[in-house]
Nanobody, 125 residues
């Protein structure tokens, strides 16, 4: 069992930056592949970013590529999402999640086994 707790959300002006954190407790965090998803108001949950099983492998949605960076600190059992050049369309509840199966798809929410409770990010124009 893994418990995930996100933090770092808030209100920011367009063009600004935020860094989300996701702290994990429970089993060894390094045995999981983490990802970030978001759910904009009135829309479905969508993929944002993920790390692969191999060090240095990352995946990003086209809408955030070049602006967002996912990273992890296994010693601290934490995964981060650095968000730069934020836009109003980035407004959403952001969720971190982890998957346990090696061959699972990093972009598919259904492949993730554990989820955090979400943190609100609001970008004003």
């Amino acid at each position: 069992q893994v418990q995930l707790v996100e933090s770092g959300g808030g209100l920011v002006q367009a063009g600004g930056s935020l860094r989300l954190s996701c702290a994990a407790s429970g089993r060894t965090f390094s045995n999981y592949a983490p990802g970030w998803f978001r759910q904009p108001p009135g829309k479905e949950r969508e993929f944002v970013a993920a790390r692969g099983w191999s060090e240095g492998i990352t995946y990003y949605a086209d809408s955030v590529k070049g602006r967002f960076t996912i990273s992890r600190d296994n010693a601290k059992n934490t995964v981060f999402l650095q968000m730069n050049s934020l836009k109003p369309e980035d407004t959403a509840v952001y969720y971190c999640a982890v998957r346990t199966r090696f061959n699972s798809s990093p972009r598919n929410a259904g492949e993730y086994d554990y989820w955090g409770q979400g943190t609100q990010v609001t970008v004003s124009s």
